[in-house]
């Protein structure tokens, strides 16, 4: 089994932002596949399926971004799916908007979500990673308020096709 987790925030105030960048992927995953991902398990919204022939449990941790962690590791743990197996999609201030970037370990490079995780993987940084750019702010804006701001009308349609096509290549 895979489990693959998008990052975000939970609530319909953080829906179109760029921190849930990872929430929309799970989202377009689930549809695609026809998965319901509305059960709530181990303080994350998951769903079980197959894509490409693989089973699949999709995540959306419910615990906020700085914390995920707690359900993702908890998942894991419960389905015995090994670091290796847990892809994690997560938005990154280092890439320009919409770039994608496939890792197969590494740090969490300042992201406090990725840093959750290998904190509750008894610091392991063995699970493969999909980033897609966000940008950083043009401006002297805090980068806790960027990330929790929406995409603007020119990005958004680099975004969603990123986000299209990241769900693509991942489902049947």
Known sequence: MWMIVGLGNPGSNYDDTRHNIGFKVIDELAAAAGIDCRKLEKSAAVGKGELQGKQVL??????????????????????????????????????????????????????????????????????????????????????????????NKAERPEIDTAVQVRSCALAP
Not at 118 to 130: E, H, L, S, V, Y
Not at 135 to 146: F, L
Request: proline share 10%; aromatic share 6%.
């Open 58 to 151: 999709l995540v959306k941790p419910v615990t906020f971004m700085n914390n995920s962690g707690e359900s993702v590791a908890a998942l894991a743990k419960f389905y015995r799916v090994p670091p290796g197996r847990v892809l994690v999609v997560a938005d990154d201030l280092d890439q320009p908007t919409a770039q994608v970037r496939l890792r197969q370990r590494g740090g969490h490079g300042g992201h406090n979500g990725l840093r959750s995780i290998i904190d509750r993987m008894g610091g392991t940084q063995d699970f493969p990673r999909i980033k897609i750019g966000i940008g950083r702010p043009s401006g002297p804006i805090p980068i806790a308020s960027y990330v929790l701001q929406p995409f």
